[in-house]
């Protein structure tokens, strides 16, 4: 694939760490065909309880030693995340608007905040510089999906057809993973590996305790696979090897990472929700890639779905238009 920007490019990813922020913003750096930097932003309580509206903390500022946006700046930022806001408002002022910055997702300060500004098409948030795209950008490509499929992971290619990725994530700003929505996810979970799917696991850093034994213990008894999060996370080896998933609707990122796929996606959603997730899931349903988990397998393959290349485009004419105007 030809690179959107020239290798000589230096960027920046910039967010606090989070795995599904970072992996938004690497997933376009790299199809942008750059190498990107990982910036680590870790601002302290009272600050941190203060963004995306207040300053950065005053022990990252440009000036101190080990500050994580210190000089000489790049040509690109890539952010996201509300702690990643002040920082990216901090590198546009000490740059004089010369490093090009993009975020992903709204950074509920406005569009001003960055050059550009990308949101799912469910979002509502809209202007000159917002781009839009159905799915979310990740770094799950057909080219890592591939490689993966042709060197399988022992531990994984022995388990018997057909193998169900089990995406698991956690209590989120709209979703709570209650009681009652754990019971149901591992009787489910239980119904799919009794009828003869092989169940392979993953869990995030937000799966609470209860639902980490709860699904610690479904995987146990079905002789499945679950990471146990030493060494290198195997989330591209699980999608790869995956007949379907199965996954937990916090997360629409994890989500669209699935249906990056090609595989049935088996949507369990726990309480709470909002009218975003739902006018996303909504979409992929329409289309016959998402389906309600009801304990059996749905769906067939279709076309994988990925918008990584699409807004990577975007951010790269926007980025050679800002760079012809300087």
């Given at each position: 694939?030809?690179?959107?920007l ?13 795995a ?39 022990k ?10 210190a000089?000489?700046y ?15 408002r901090?590198?546009?002022a ?6 090009f ?8 300060t406005?569009?001003?905040t960055?050059?550009?500004?990308w949101?799912?098409a469910?979002d509502?948030?809209a202007?000159p510089n917002?781009?839009?795209?159905p799915l979310?950008?990740?770094r799950?490509?057909?080219a ?11 531990v ?5 057809a057909?193998?169900v990725a089990?995406l ?13 929505d ?5 009787s ?6 009794k ?11 937000r ?12 995987i146990?008894?079905h ?8 060494g290198d ?9 995956a ?13 669209g990472?699935?249906a990056?796929?090609?595989?049935p996606?088996?949507?369990f959603?726990?309480?709470?929700g909002h ?11 329409s ?7 009801t ?5 067939s ?5 990925d918008s ?7 951010i ?6 800002h760079c012809?105007?300087?």
């Open positions: 694939m030809t690179a959107l020239p290798a000589s490019t230096t960027a920046w990813v910039l967010t606090d760490g989070k599904g922020d970072t992996a938004i913003c690497f997933g376009v750096v790299e199809a942008l065909g750059l190498e990107p930097v990982l910036h680590k932003i870790a601002p302290r309580p009272p600050w941190s309880w203060a963004t995306p509206f207040g300053p950065i903390d005053p990252e500022a440009p000036q101190r030693r080990f500050s994580p946006i000089p000489p790049p040509d690109l930022v890539v952010a996201s995340g509300r702690r990643a806001v002040p920082y990216v901090r590198i546009r000490e740059t004089g608007g010369r490093t910055t993009a975020f992903m997702k709204d950074p509920y406005g569009i001003r960055a050059d550009l500004i949101v799912p469910h509502t948030l202007g917002v781009i839009k795209s979310t950008p990740h799950v490509t057909a890592r999906l591939a490689a993966a499929r042709a060197a399988p992971l022992e994984l290619a022995r388990l018997p057909p193998r089990v698991i994530g956690g209590n989120s700003v709209n979703h709570r993973f209650a009681r009652s754990i019971a149901e996810l591992t489910r979970l239980d119904r799919l590996a009828d003869g799917a092989s169940l392979m696991a993953t869990l995030s850093r799966t609470p305790p209860r639902l980490r034994r709860a699904i610690t213990a479904v146990a008894r002789n499945g696979y679950l990471w146990d999060e030493k996370n195997p989330f591209i080896a699980l999608l790869a090897l007949d379907a998933l199965v996954v937990t609707a916090d997360s629409v990122g994890m989500v990472e699935a990056a796929t090609g595989r996606v088996l949507v959603e726990p309480s709470g009218r975003k997730v739902t006018r996303y899931l909504d979409w992929l349903r289309r016959g890639i998402v389906h309600n988990f304990g059996h397998l749905a769906g393959p279709y076309e994988p779905l990584t290349f699409a807004v990577a485009s975007r790269a004419e926007a980025f050679r238009r012809e105007a300087r």
